[in-house]
């Protein structure tokens, strides 16, 4: 199945710089400053930093389906991340929904790299993270994440009420 082209100019509002410290959670500690702040839609142009350990999506094993998403993860330690993502909400689950992904280099394998879809990680020493909020209106935040049936369940990015 191939959805057609779906897109939507958006009001970009508040520009952030949020730095997360040695041993705090990565995923956790984005969602607590988006909720401190009221941030339910924006993006990550681009964040870096350390992580002490990461679970990626990612398998050694053959791919079964290569047309179906991967649902398995990988943990890795000790990275120098660079990354990005967008920052959508969820209006089945109330609650943000980042999809972040990194490309890592692993410190003690001569920098070998892993590049992935983030599930979790550790911060090891600090990660420097520029956020960027999108506007929505009222009714609605501008960005937001539901799974779609007809792929997988994939969450798909979609805007303001619609998908």
């Known amino acids: ?26 995923l956790e ?14 993006y990550i142009p681009t964040f870096v930093g350390g992580f002490r350990s990461a679970r990626l999506v990612g398998t050694c094993e053959p ?9 398995a993860e990988i943990t890795v330690e000790t990275l120098e991340a ?3 993502g967008t920052l959508a909400w969820d209006p089945d689950k109330n609650c943000l929904a980042p999809h972040i992904h990194v490309a890592a280099g692993i410190k003690g394998a ?20 520029p956020i ?5 209106d009222p009714a609605s935040p501008a960005l937001t994440r539901r799974r779609e049936s007809s ?9 303001g009420s619609g998908l």
Not at 6 to 19: P, S
Not at 63 to 71: G, K, Q
């Open 1 to 26: 199945m191939s959805l057609p082209m779906r897109f939507a100019q958006v009001r970009t509002g508040r520009q952030f710089v949020l730095a997360l410290d040695h041993g705090e959670d990565f």
């Open 29 to 42: 500690g984005l969602a607590r400053f988006c909720e401190e702040q009221d941030i339910q839609s924006g």
């Open 63 to 71: 791919l079964a389906d290569p047309e179906a998403p991967l649902w």
């Open 82 to 84: 660079l990354g990005g």
């Open 110 to 129: 001569e920098a070998e790299g892993r590049v992935s879809h983030l599930l979790g990680a550790t911060v090891q020493f600090i990660s420097e993270i």
């Open 132 to 136: 960027i909020e999108v506007l929505g």
């Open 151 to 159: 792929l997988y369940d994939v969450p798909l990015l979609g805007f």
